[in-house]
């Protein structure tokens, strides 16, 4: 499961976040892709794609295939799952296990991008929504079996917002590929995009003021605290619930009054969509394992799968910040694009060496520093 979300400071400046969960970890990478970097995509029986970079990234990027002895892992393996451009631009990943399926045929001399490199295409050619939806009506896509998942035909949507607010969906739904102007700029997993907006009709009732107070008869009742406005919310994990609730939070959470405040805003909401190992549980005999993502197994040492929270990221698309926080950290870690723009070489650094623990400020408490 995933969930991804926009949010706008008082000041109109926009952000983005998402969590991905999936029941394992995998070896994801930290990686800085400079505008100038050269990569190829290829589809089996069509020309190859080159790619030239003309903006920078700031990306996590996962191999899409098992690197053996004689064929070890090189960068041009790293597919971007999360990432954010110079211009502002983000692209994110989200599972939709409903994407594969037959796809329309292409003319044999034309090339063709993988939608594994769909984030690479996305971040280093545009600057905008805009640019990605009028490119990709022009450009032809296709679902390839990704190695790493055992061979299922990438499983997944994908979602571009940009320094204006401007969000987009672009889904892949038994094979055909649609695109959608997301008003809400929230996402999720499956059904497809468009049920999860028409599920909303069923949530108009929602606001984020508490009625506090009733009168029955002649007893009156009163709450003892704060938040009954929430209690309509559905409250499931499920893609479903949680594209509900992620709706409820960009839209009425407060307006931040600068731009390190909307970092925390968003961080805070992303939160409430945060699971922890165990929460929810799954046992193959019961037709799971994989949860969302086939090909995800667990190991024979395992009784169930549980999906939990690999990493959260959160975009400052006016600043260009990146930050990322794993299962395993406290706090976040930051990446600043503006400061990576004298860089002519990729760089890359494992998620799992990122600096996991809290602030220790016992001799902060105790006086020593001053």
């Not at 991905?20 to 029986?45: C, K």
Request: aromatic share 10%; proline share 6%; glycine share 8%.
């Amino acid at each position: 499961m995933c969930t991804s979300l926009g949010y706008k400071d008082a000041a109109g400046n926009a952000y983005f976040g998402r969590t991905l969960e999936l029941t394992m970890d995998l070896p994801y990478q930290v990686v800085h892709f400079p505008a100038g970097f050269e990569t190829t995509s290829e589809v089996p029986d069509h020309p190859a794609l080159k790619l030239t970079a003309r903006h920078a990234i700031l990306a996590v990027t996962m191999p899409y295939r098992v690197p053996t002895a004689t064929a070890p892992m090189t960068i041009a393996d790293l597919k971007i799952l999360e990432g954010l451009n110079d211009q502002g631009l983000t692209f994110s990943l989200l599972s939709y296990p409903a994407a594969g399926g037959t796809q329309k045929s292409v003319d044999a001399t034309q090339a063709v991008l993988s939608a594994s490199d769909l984030g690479a295409w996305a971040l280093g050619q545009f600057a905008s929504v805009a640019e990605v939806k009028a490119a990709i009506a022009e450009q032809p896509v296709m679902l390839q079996p990704l190695g790493l998942l055992k061979g299922v035909e990438s499983p997944f949507h994908y979602v571009v917002h940009d320094a204006t607010g401007a969000a987009l969906v672009i889904e892949f739904d038994h094979g055909a590929m649609k695109l959608y102007d997301n008003p809400v700029g929230v996402m999720t997993n499956g059904p497809k995009f468009d049920w999860h907006l028409t599920n909303l009709d069923n949530y108009s009732f929602l606001s984020n003021v508490d009625q506090s107070s009733a009168t029955f008869g002649s007893y009156k009742a009163v709450q003892p605290d704060s938040g009954i406005a929430t209690a309509g919310l559905p409250s499931s994990n499920t893609s479903v619930g949680r594209f509900v609730r992620a709706v409820y939070y960009a839209q009425f959470t407060e307006k931040a009054a600068s731009p390190d405040l909307a970092v925390q805003t968003v961080a805070h909401i992303l939160n409430n969509f945060d699971r922890p190992r165990g929460v929810s549980i799954d046992y193959p005999s019961q037709g799971g394992g994989h949860m969302e993502v086939e090909g995800l197994a667990q190991s024979d040492s395992e009784a169930y799968a549980t999906e939990f929270t690999c990493w959260t990221s959160l975009s400052d698309l006016a600043r260009k910040l990146f930050f990322v926080r794993d299962y395993r950290s406290l706090n976040y870690t930051c990446f600043d694009l503006n400061a990576l723009s004298g860089s002519t070489l990729p760089s890359i650094l494992p998620l799992q060496k990122l600096p996991g623990g809290a602030i220790d400020a016992t001799s902060a408490l105790m006086g020593k520093g001053r």
